[in-house]
């Protein structure tokens, strides 16, 4: 098939997609609609100009070789593990994502107010509790937490959503120190010039640093050591910068009180999924460990206001092109 055949555009994964984002989309060219598994997503891409895609799949150079047509490849996140740059730049196709549209991220909570919530479950042993209280005994003994204000808050990654729970952290009455690969700055946020110094000053640490080559399994065994016994472990980021087995070790020695996570290193995997240490452990543990699917940004406000932006981004470039 030669590119110029080349004229949908598919959306792989459409489960609640904005319609206002999909109006968009069709007046670039037909629309073709997932759900697709692998098979059924290279098979769809065959005369795909533009591919609108989420986290489920992973774009590699299979899938792109599989679209000679395809011009236009859209992820409304700021991470792209989930796609192979260096296939996409060889094969011309343009990637279009969220990172470094920071107007737009300014007003997007999701993921802040998610990370903040896993540290309140997890101080205050909620999903346990609850699910406790419905099969009983009435026992609230069983599910003594701890507070947070006090507690010394490390963030791995100042950037937008490093920025945003440091000022809950602040709203909580906790002192707030921070790291990052490059040099930045919040106000009320002491920042620190290495890891190892942000980790022996972390009662809470949360991991909200970018994935690149510096940061993949940053954290591992030595580095979970440094941090204080009994202290608390969150990361929103992505799963491969934290080693998952180091992390478990951390958690039955009972050197960390407790972990809570919303991403897996392999997570698009299903296989990956069940050998996967940490939510064996979360399964026994649901008071000291709580993994969530990767949902820190699936709000019905975000979601829509990402989707109807990256429409509108790709139709202005497509129209450029034209």
Same mark, same amino acid.
């Given at each position: ?34 759900? /697709? ?9 065959? %005369?795909? *100009?533009?591919? !609108?895609?989420? @986290? ?10 599989? $679209? ?9 996140? +700021? ?14 196709? *343009? ?47 069983? &599910? ?5 204000? #006090? ?8 950037? %937008? ?10 709203? /909580? ?18 920042? @620190? ?6 980790? !022996? *000053? ?12 510096? +940061?993949?399994?940053?954290? #591992? ?17 992505? #799963? ?6 180091? @992390? ?40 000291? $460990? ?18 109807? &932006? @990256? ?12």
């Amino acid at each position: 098939m030669s590119a110029s055949n080349a004229d949908r555009v598919v959306i792989a994964e459409p489960l609640h997609y904005s319609p206002a984002a999909r109006a968009l989309l069709a007046s670039i060219g037909p629309i073709v609609e997932g759900p /697709f598994d692998r098979a059924a997503l290279i098979e769809a891409v065959a %005369r795909a *100009r533009v591919l !609108v895609v989420r @986290l489920s799949h992973q774009i590699d150079d299979a899938v792109l070789a599989a $679209a000679p047509g395809l011009e236009y490849l859209g992820s409304p996140t +700021t991470g792209t593990d989930h796609i192979d740059l260096v296939a996409a730049e060889a094969r011309g196709v *343009r990637v279009v994502t969220l990172r470094g549209e920071a107007d737009l991220l300014s007003t997007i909570r999701a993921t802040p107010e998610h990370t903040w919530a896993l540290l309140l479950a997890l101080a205050r042993k909620l999903p346990a509790a609850a699910a406790a209280s419905l099969t009983g005994p009435w026992d609230r003994d069983a &599910f003594r937490g701890t507070e947070l204000a #006090g507690k010394r808050l490390g963030i791995f990654g100042l950037g %937008r959503v490093g920025r945003i729970v440091a000022a809950y952290g602040t709203a /909580f009455q906790m002192p707030v120190c921070a790291y990052d690969t490059a040099p930045k700055s919040a106000p009320g946020v002491t920042m @620190l010039g290495s890891l190892p110094e942000l980790l !022996v *000053r972390s009662d809470v640490l949360l991991v909200e640093v970018s994935l690149d080559d510096s +940061t993949r399994g940053a954290i #591992g065994a030595r580095e979970l050591s440094l941090l204080p016994e009994g202290s608390l472990l969150v990361n929103t980021a992505r #799963g491969a910068i934290v080693e998952e087995v180091a @992390l478990v070790d951390a958690l039955r020695t009972g050197h960390l009180a407790g972990a809570a996570v919303d991403v897996l290193e392999g997570e698009r995997s299903p296989e990956a999924q069940q050998r996967s240490p940490l939510l064996e452990y979360a399964r026994a543990h649901p008071d000291r $460990a709580i993994v969530t699917p990767h949902i820190a940004g699936a709000t019905w406000e975000s979601m829509r206001r990402t989707e109807v &932006f @990256l429409a509108e981004r790709l139709l202005e470039l497509v129209t450029a092109d034209s």
